[in-house]
């Protein structure tokens, strides 16, 4: 460990279980020295183990809906209480479509729907910004961190809706960086991750073809949840002060490749019994 967070307060929004990628950056994050206070939803909460994290890091839990502005406005206050005043990071790890849970072709979504992954995984995003920059509740050289992915540039089978949510997402850590960097020199940056089975990709479609595919193409291999939570870390510490507006990736040199040595093996393998979808669905 190297005290990288060592006297740094925080808040980490989205850990469910020991599979959650905000679980391990709250884990590593303890390591390194850091306070902080965790939340979720209540709902999310009751299928969780949140309340386990909470004990191990020495922490408490406070309820918020992202896309509650209430909400946030009450755990954001409630955190400066805790601590005695200003933070210094926050990690906003929070996604959800209804249309990919139910199946739905980008072709064909539920617009009600669609309205409702782009609150809870974008807008909640500008949402929690407004109000920690209204309360004033960063530290000058704080650093905000969300949860992006490829599809947000590039379009991937059964991603859905939600690479409109990814490129929102990424719109906002530019728009908002560039506010909050130039009145309070606080950062603002995405990590778009390799695909990592964590609860909420174990339920994207073909996540276990999209995992190989990934780790044949890139050149290292896909980055894991506890090294997407070291990476994190350094955006978090003293080290990245002057990274802002970007979107970083961080999976394995899989975003810079067109195709591997080792994907067009295994595709060439496969033109010698090809299989056409039945369906696109």
Request: charged content about 25%; proline content about 2%.
């Amino acid at each position: 460990m190297y005290n990288l967070l060592k006297g740094k307060k925080g808040i980490i929004f989205g850990a469910l279980n020991d599979m959650s990628l905000a679980w391990k950056v709250a884990e590593r994050a303890y390591e390194e020295g850091a306070e902080f206070v965790l939340t979720n939803t209540s709902t999310s909460m009751r299928f969780g183990n949140i309340d386990e994290l909470a004990e191990k890091c020495n922490t408490i839990v406070i309820p918020a809906d992202a896309t509650s502005v209430e909400d946030l406005e009450n755990l954001i206050d409630k955190t400066m209480e805790r601590f005695g005043g200003k933070i210094d990071f926050i990690l906003h790890s929070v996604a959800m479509s209804f249309n990919v849970r139910k199946n739905k072709p980008y072709d064909n979504l539920n617009y009600r729907y669609l309205n409702k992954t782009l609150d809870v995984s974008a807008i909640s995003f500008h949402k929690l910004l407004q109000v920690s920059k209204k309360k004033d509740a960063i530290n000058e050289w704080g650093s905000v961190v969300a949860l992006s992915y490829v599809a947000a540039q590039r379009t991937l089978y059964g991603y859905n809706d939600m690479a409109d949510a990814k490129s929102m997402l990424e719109s906002i850590a530019r728009s908002f960086g560039y506010i909050y960097g130039r009145e309070k020199k606080i950062r603002i940056n995405t990590i778009s991750q390799s695909p990592t089975m964590t609860t909420a990709g174990g339920g994207v479609k073909g996540i276990d073809g999209l995992l190989d595919f990934t780790e044949r193409m890139s050149p290292l291999g896909n980055a894991t949840a506890e090294e997407f939570a070291n990476f994190c870390i350094t955006l978090f510490s003293d080290l990245t002060k002057k990274v802002t507006m970007q979107n970083l990736f961080h999976d394995g040199g899989f975003s810079s490749m067109g195709m591997s040595l080792r994907a067009m093996t295994m595709y060439n393998q496969a033109l010698e019994n090809p299989i056409e979808p039945e369906s696109y669905d």
